[in-house]
């Protein structure tokens, strides 16, 4: 079965097509990074037309690529939601007509699941794992039993760790993706040189907290020492009480659960620091620790793709009712 995927949920535009037999055959993706810049972070307006310019180029470019058409695709995957409403209407009307004008079945992806399934794009992953999902949108613990389970343990009560990473940079004045500008500096600075607050919450728990970590680097930024700090020192140390904490819980959460193998998601997955502290915290403690490379780590079309073939070759289709929505349909439990 080959399954062409399209992905339009924040601000990147992006197909791909994936295949039973061959595999992983073209991945496109168009970002609107240039354009959101200047605000420091997504428009969501400009967003859906900045998708609705580049979503036919990119599918056509993902087809091409892939030497697929109408006649050997056999279906269609598409990121229903979570995300922003506006964007990934953009993408599923697309879907929709193109299944509808091809004749061929569709499938609603949800963001969150093709992110923690992703990995295996490139590995051989058994069942069970624990998916630390970290996004823009969401700092996630997932109990990961199969293909059509993945349980919800914990999440971030108040900001994502992504979100923190944005508001963090454009309270620095730095760029946009925050995430990637503060890793870049952050590999020049000192790490332990101004210890921010960690949240506190229970060992128990799978939940995170970041928004004290937020107001305190307003606090430090504002203040005398602030105004001399070195950037690289200050967003290394920032960069080191996020990656902290999500490393700490993963593994807390990843032995309460016993479940000894953790793959990690989402865009903030590409973050150095946090790939090298829990690849050498699972070699010490004899967790697997799998980790996507970074391309497939930020949003793209091919874990679309590869979920929406799985679904398929399992035989669950959407309806032509399929609609967008915004808010995560996972709840605890
Ligand atoms: O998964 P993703 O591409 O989109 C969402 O679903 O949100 O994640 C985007 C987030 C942004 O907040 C960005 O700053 C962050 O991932 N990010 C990073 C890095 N690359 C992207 N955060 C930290 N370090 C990075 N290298
Ligand atoms: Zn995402």
Avoid at 157 to 184: C, H, N, Q, S, W
Wanted: aromatic share 8%.
């Amino acid at each position: 079965m080959r399954v062409l995927g399209i992905e339009s949920s924040c601000d990147e535009t992006a197909a791909a097509v994936y295949d039973s037999g061959g595999g992983l055959l073209s991945n496109v993706v168009s970002s609107q990074v240039a354009v959101h810049e200047i605000y420091g972070g997504v428009v969501p307006e400009l967003a859906s037309r900045e998708h609705i310019k580049s979503i036919t180029l990119t599918v056509e470019k993902a087809l091409s690529d892939a030497s697929s058409g109408r006649d050997n695709i056999d279906g269609i995957a598409v990121t229903a939601g979570p995300g922003l409403i506006g964007s990934l209407l953009v993408g599923l009307s697309f879907a929709k007509s193109l299944s509808f004008a091809w004749g061929k079945p569709i499938y609603g992806v949800d963001h969150l699941e093709s992110h923690i399934y992703a990995v295996f794009l490139e590995n051989k992953v058994e069942f069970p794992y624990i998916a630390l999902l970290v996004s823009g949108g969401h700092t996630s613990l997932f109990n990961v039993q199969g293909w059509n389970d993945a349980r919800l343990l914990g999440g971030t009560l108040d900001d994502a760790a992504g979100e923190a990473f944005d508001k963090a940079a454009k309270m620095m004045g730095l760029g946009y993706p925050g995430g990637v500008v503060i890793d870049r500096l952050a590999a020049k600075g000192d790490r332990q040189r101004y210890p921010f607050p960690r949240a506190r919450i229970a060992a128990s728990s799978a939940d995170f907290s970041f928004s004290g970590l937020k107001t305190a680097l307003r606090t430090f930024l504002a203040s005398d020492e602030g105004k001399s700090a070195s950037i690289e020192d200050i967003a290394a140390s920032f960069q080191e009480a996020i990656v902290d904490v999500l490393v700490k819980k993963a593994f807390e959460t990843a032995r309460r659960e016993n479940v000894l193998r953790l793959v990690l998601s989402g865009g903030v997955s590409a973050n150095s620091r946090l790939r090298e502290l829990s690849s050498s915290l699972g070699e010490a403690s004899g967790i697997e620790v799998l980790l996507p490379s970074k391309a497939l780590c930020t949003d793209n079309a091919a874990m679309v793709a590869l979920l929406g073939e799985r679904r398929m070759s399992e035989k669950i289709f959407s309806g032509p009712k399929l609609n967008a929505y915004a808010a995560s349909r996972f709840s605890r439990g």
